[in-house]
Each structure stands twice: as C-alpha cells, then as structure tokens.
C-alpha cells in the first residue's frame, strides 16, 4: 500500500507541476531515454553482485508490496507459542521438547500457529535453540552470545538486498547525464536542420537528466529505505525471542520470561499486558 501511495504521490506532484506551468507531459515521453538510463543501471547492478545477491533482492521486492509480516498479531502468536513451550518445559521437563523441536510441523504446539510456522527462518531459529536447551546448555551468557552471533549475521545478511538498492539509487543521476550527453551528441549531428527538430532534440537530451534523478531520489532511494524498516522489523521479531529463551535459562517463570520478551517489541507493534492474557486465553480455548 506504502509503494502504490508513494508512487501516485510522486508522480502525481511531478507531472501535475509540470502541467500546471503549462508544460507538455508528452514531450516527457522518451522511452529511449529510460531504455539507456535503466538498463545501464540493472547492467551495472548484475555485474557488480553474485547470483545468490541478486536473488535474494529479487525476493525481497515483493516486502515493497506485502511490507513487514511482523505486526502485533504476529507478536501475539509468537509470545503465545513461547509461553506454552516454556511452561511444558517447566511443567514435563526439557526433554519432553525433544518431539516438538525435531518436528514442528507435528508438534500440538507449533501447529497451533499456522503463521508462525510459515515462517521457515523463525521456525529455525527457535528450534535450534530449544534443541541446545534440550541437549543441556544451560548456561544463559553462552546461549546469548551464540544468540548475538547468528542474529548479527542475519541482519547483515538481511541488509544486502537495500545496499544493493542504494547503490543502484546513486549511480542513476550519473546514468541520467550519460543519456543527456547521448542527447546532446544527436542534437549537434542535427546542426541545420529545423530549429523545432532540434529543440526536439535537446528536450530528449534534458528529459535524460531529469528521469535519471527523479528515478533515483523518487522512487529506488524510497524502496530501499523500506527495504532497511522491513529488515530492521525482523531483527526485532529475532531479538524478542532472544529475550524470552534467555530470560527463562536465568530462572524466571515463563509468565515473566514472556513479559521480558515483550518488553524488547517497538511500541508500535508491542501488544498490552491485557491484549497478551486476552489471546493466550483463546488459544487456550
């Protein structure tokens, strides 16, 4: 929804100022111009990555629609989950998770969670911790620092698809005066001829100019700060559970370790003591 409003917005200002000064919007058409423009920048963009980058950006560009999966809902189940895990480890012993960590897709628990369990990395994530639990790792600083280690990797990882972005955004100015330079060329071959058909000429050369920044700064530089937020909401979503799994190896209830966990949520997703006790209850049910 962010990507069509931001889209509508920035061209809707752009053209509508230009008509509104009496400009022409067909003398903007120049595909030619946008032909030499991007592709010189996706040329540039494939040259300069690996195939495991690109694919992961081509992934990722569906979230410019979908944006972060991380709601409050998602909170909701995902402190739910950790509250019924930790209680049956508390109630039944460690061991007893053995069944539910080496498949989720069976486990009564996870299974309760469709959306949880869609989310291949999450899934990952908590049962690989849950199965060192379960082995005996009990010491809470060594099962942080192992914690802080794939998470740090993750984000890194997380962020390469907006770098790429980034630096797509700030190579287009430059691609856009390689398209007006091109104008220009033609425009000084044209020499003699009519004066309309060499203003033509130099309007296509400008146009070059003007796609190549609006491009860059109206609508890649946007995508890859989007790209940043919905990165940054998944590390957080990773550190909640960091929270509560450490929490309860220093001791706490699972009551409490959970309340750690949603302490460590952005307050625009953060769901209310009242709002957690409310759905634990129906799910529960």
Avoid at 188 to 204: I, K, R, T
């Amino acid at each position: 929804m962010n990507l069509i409003a931001g889209i509508v917005l920035v061209l809707g200002s752009v053209a509508g100022g230009f008509v509104l000064s009496h400009g022409q919007l067909g003398a903007l058409w120049q595909p030619y111009e946008v032909l030499i423009i991007m592709g010189a920048a996706i040329g540039v963009m494939v040259m300069g990555n690996p195939m495991k980058i690109l694919k992961a950006m081509g992934r990722n560009l569906g979230k410019l629609v979908k944006g972060s999966a991380y709601d409050k809902a998602m909170y909701l189940d995902l402190l739910s989950m950790i509250l019924e895990i930790l209680n049956k480890a508390r109630k039944e012993g460690m061991i007893k998770l053995e069944e539910d960590v080496g498949n989720p897709e069976a486990s009564p628990i996870f299974s309760k969670y469709p959306k949880i369990l869609a989310d291949h990395h999450v899934v990952e994530f908590m049962t690989d911790y849950l199965r060192l639990m379960v082995d005996g790792i009990t010491e809470p600083l060594a099962l942080e620092s192992l914690m802080d280690v794939e998470l740090e990797t993750h984000h890194e990882e997380g962020a390469l698809p907006a770098a790429v972005l980034t630096r797509m955004a700030d190579g287009l100015p430059g691609f856009g005066i390689v398209a007006a330079v091109l104008g220009i060329v033609i425009t000084m071959a044209s020499l003699g001829g009519p004066p309309e058909v060499l203003g033509h000429h130099v309007a296509a050369a400008l146009v070059g100019t003007f796609l190549g920044i609006l491009l860059a700064y109206g609508f890649v530089a946007p995508m890859s700060t989007f790209l940043e937020h919905v990165a940054r909401d998944e590390a957080q979503f990773f550190k909640c559970i960091k929270t509560c799994m450490v929490s309860s190896l220093q001791g706490f209830s699972p009551a409490i370790a959970v309340e750690f966990g949603r302490k460590a949520i952005f307050h625009a997703e953060r769901p209310t003591y009242s709002e957690l006790e409310e759905h634990m209850k129906s799910s529960k049910g």
